[in-house]
Every structure is written in C-alpha cells, then in structure tokens.
C-alpha cells in the first residue's frame, strides 16, 4: 500500500516571500505519478503541480517547482513570491497508474500574510 | 465554467434517513471518483467508476452505494445516515485513457447528520 506523509500542518508566509512545503511518500513502485493540490477555503480541490517518476527533471508552473527526489523518496513544492491568493490547504498525492486512485497526505494550511 | 459540478453544495439529513449526493461533469471523462473528507483529513476514496465498471473501497461501508447512469452523471446513496458520515464528499472525474492522471475535483458536498 501506499502512504503519503506530510509533516507540516500548517505554514505561514510573508507576502512576496518563498516557502516550502514537504511531502514523503512510500512505495514500491517504480512508476507512478505524483501532484500537488490546492484547496482554498470553500472552494474546489484544483490540481497545482504534477510529476512523472520516471522524469528526472523537476516539474515547474510559474511560481510553483518541486523538488523531486525519488530515491529518498520526497516530493517537496516551492511557492515563489507567494500572494494572497496562495493561502489554502495543499495536499500531496501519489497515484500509480492512469485511473487509479489519489491517496493523499494529510495536508499542509498555508497563510499568506500580508 | 464548472467541469464538475456537485448539488448540493451543503445537505443536512436526519440519522437513519437516506440521502443522495449527485455529481455532474462535462469532461466526458470516462472516470469517476467519490471521496470523503472529513473534518482537517485527508481526503478518502469510497469507490470509482470505469465507464461502468464500479470499483468498491475495501474498507467503504455498505451503507455507501453509488450508481452511474451514464457518462455524465454519478450519484452516492447512504443509505442509513450515521452521526460518523457527516463530511465533505467530493466527486472527481479523470480521462483513464490519457496517461496525466490528473484528477478534476468538484466543489464537494458538506454533509451534516443530526
């Protein structure tokens, strides 16, 4: 089975700052697919970041880049300049295979201060 | 524009009396996920749909059950609402053809039980 652990359950960041986010995840898969997902306050789960394992290059989407690290097995998200509209909960997630299930971390609070 | 969109947004039921959640998308994806998320949890697959293909949770109740009556539409039935079952339940859908995995959430359904 696999688990997805994130240690931090909440985080705070200046405006305009970076931050990073952790997540540690176990398998024993050797392919599979991880991402990071955003759930603001009364909104919608929506999809931030996604990484192939079999890529070694690190996945980036403007302000956002992980830190991809399979052999130790960790998937961390960096947010650059974070803004307001950062604050939310961020999930990691593991999923092995196309139309498969997401098994998520427990999720990390994100504040944004101004 | 909503791609999945989830009625109600909010539902309060009774204990013991039956309750159905709908989940509507325009993806044309082929599946379909129901999760629960309960209170600063990660969120938890019940079961998916495969076209029609129904995948159960080992561990899902069977006071859970869900029907899928066409590509468009997916429904949860409980069928005998406990106090434990109050939660956000949140439908996702994916395109299992595509090999990115990704999951399209809807904006849930928060569930209270008195």
């Known amino acids: 089975a696999q688990t997805v652990t994130q240690s931090q359950p909440e985080m705070s960041v200046q405006e305009a700052e970076t931050v990073t986010l952790s997540c540690t995840y176990d398998?024993?898969?050797?392919?599979?697919?991880l991402f990071w997902y955003k759930q603001p306050p009364s909104r919608q789960m929506i999809l931030v970041i996604r990484?192939?394992?079999?890529?070694?290059q690190n996945a980036t989407e403007n302000r956002f880049s992980v830190n991809f690290q399979k052999a130790a097995k960790s998937f961390s998200l960096k947010i650059s300049d974070s803004q307001l509209g950062d604050t939310a909960m961020y999930f990691c997630?593991?999923?092995?295979?196309?139309?498969?299930?997401?098994?998520f971390g427990t999720g990390t609070r994100l504040a944004v201060r101004p | 524009d909503a791609m999945v969109i989830q009625n109600p947004r909010y539902q309060v039921t009774q204990f013991g009396k039956p309750v159905t959640l709908s989940c509507s998308q325009t993806?044309?994806?082929?599946?379909m996920y129901w999760y629960q998320q309960k209170s600063s949890q990660a969120p938890k697959l019940l079961f998916h749909?495969?076209?029609?293909?129904?995948?159960n949770e080992a561990d899902t109740p069977d006071n859970f059950q869900s029907r899928r009556p066409n590509t468009s539409f997916c429904f949860l039935d409980i069928r005998s609402p406990g106090l434990g079952d109050a939660a956000m339940y949140l439908c996702?859908?994916?395109?299992?053809?595509?090999?990115?995995?990704?999951?399209?959430f809807g904006a849930g359904t928060r569930l209270s039980v008195l």
């Open positions: 996702a859908t994916s395109d299992g053809g595509l090999a990115k995995n990704i999951q399209y």
């Open positions: 398998t024993s898969e050797n392919n599979y697919y």
């Open positions: 990484q192939e394992a079999y890529k070694q």
């Open positions: 997630a593991f999923t092995r295979s196309s139309g498969d299930k997401l098994t």
């Open positions: 993806l044309n994806h082929n599946v």
């Open positions: 749909y495969y076209d029609k293909d129904f995948n």
